[in-house]
């Protein structure tokens, strides 16, 4: 076990390397340089000198290079434009929301997903195979815009059971210890600002978790159709063991491997793909933040988002490389 990690650990830091070369020089190639794009109609002759003297892209590109990678190696992410803090610090202040969007969206796919493809496999050819195949090309195809667009009109504004938007009522006097609101309502027995904060999370929790839940569908499916045929469960049957032992031990066990994969991508695509979601219900956010930052050109900002995502990425990749273990002896062996 303890291989497998130092190996995937190991493997951070070549991918991180390459990728921080790749963001010195998408920044470098702008049009007109870094201080231009900066700048925009502001970009006068004698801004643009203060803002490279500021930055230091009158140096050297080895030098600059090596200075960006010296910052980030300290945690300096760079300063936003539009806020004038840290990014690592913005980032800290709204990371709890889109985390806790995340999971709930992340619970909606899995809990349903696991147990809809599992039936369809069971009921292969028939209307439950039939219904799930559609309900995930129909969850696949449909933009995750349009639908927290429906769901805000049909249940928040035409039949008002959700709000409508933001993370919780500014009315409800809620004390913050996490910053992550249901849980904070729970740990200060502030039930009604847990249960209002979680009433928040529903919609943008579903449109956020529709095509992860339809991928999860189709996968799980697939899985389940290969595992169910094969010899030891065949075998197992012959033997007469229960069906709970069978399902349980021998088919989704072997079947939750390419499913767990599955849930660790969907979960770094979840919280990078939160910017359409929190923008619709005006969720504050990592996504609706970076929306800002992307249309007022905070490169800053967008730099440190995309190394932010990818040391993320790298993180649930490991942590799916260690459930291979868990579920399956065989990998351990090696």
């Known amino acids: 076990m303890l291989r497998v990690i130092g190996k995937r650990l190991a493997l951070l830091v070549p991918t991180l390397l390459g990728l921080s070369i790749l963001l010195f020089l998408w920044v470098r190639s702008l049009p007109g340089g870094p201080a231009t794009a900066l700048l925009g109609d502001r970009a006068t002759p004698e801004a643009v000198e203060r803002i490279n003297e500021l930055y230091g892209f009158n140096r050297p590109l080895i030098e600059q290079y090596f200075i ?106 809620a004390t913050h210890v996490t910053d992550f609101y249901v849980l904070d309502g729970l740990l200060t027995r502030e039930w009604d600002a847990s249960w209002d904060a979680f009433m928040h999370l529903v919609l943008p929790g579903i449109a956020l978790g529709t095509i992860p839940l339809a991928i999860i569908v189709r996968i799980t499916r697939a899985s389940v159709l290969e595992v169910q045929n094969a010899d030891y469960v065949r075998t197992a049957k012959a033997k007469g063991l229960l069906e709970r ?16 994969t599955t849930i660790g991508l969907q979960l770094g695509l979840l919280i990078s793909g939160a910017v359409l979601t929190e923008t619709v219900f005006a969720f504050s956010g990592i996504g609706r933040f970076l929306r800002d930052a992307i249309f007022n050109l905070d490169y800053p900002v967008l730099q440190g988002f995309i190394i932010f995502i990818a040391i993320l990425y790298s993180l649930i990749n490991l942590i799916v490389d260690i459930s291979y273990s868990v579920i399956d002896p065989r990998v351990r062996v090696q």
Not at 245 to 260: E, G, K, Q, S, Y
């Open 68 to 173: 960006y990678m010296g910052k980030l190696l300290q945690g300096d992410f760079g300063t936003s434009l539009l806020t004038g803090r840290p990014v690592l610090e913005e980032f800290a202040t709204r990371f709890p929301a889109t985390l806790e969007l995340t999971i709930v969206a992340l619970i909606f796919a899995i809990g349903i997903g696991i147990p809809l493809g599992y039936l369809a496999a069971k009921h292969y050819g028939r209307w439950p195979d039939h219904g799930s195949v559609v309900l995930s090309l129909v969850g696949i195809t449909i933009p995750v815009f349009f639908l927290a667009f429906i769901l805000k009109w049909l249940f928040a504004i035409k039949i008002p059971i959700f709000p409508t938007d933001g993370r919780q009522n500014p009315r409800i006097n």
């Open 245 to 260: 032992t069978i399902r349980n031990r021998f088919i989704l066990r072997n079947a939750m491997l390419p499913v767990t």
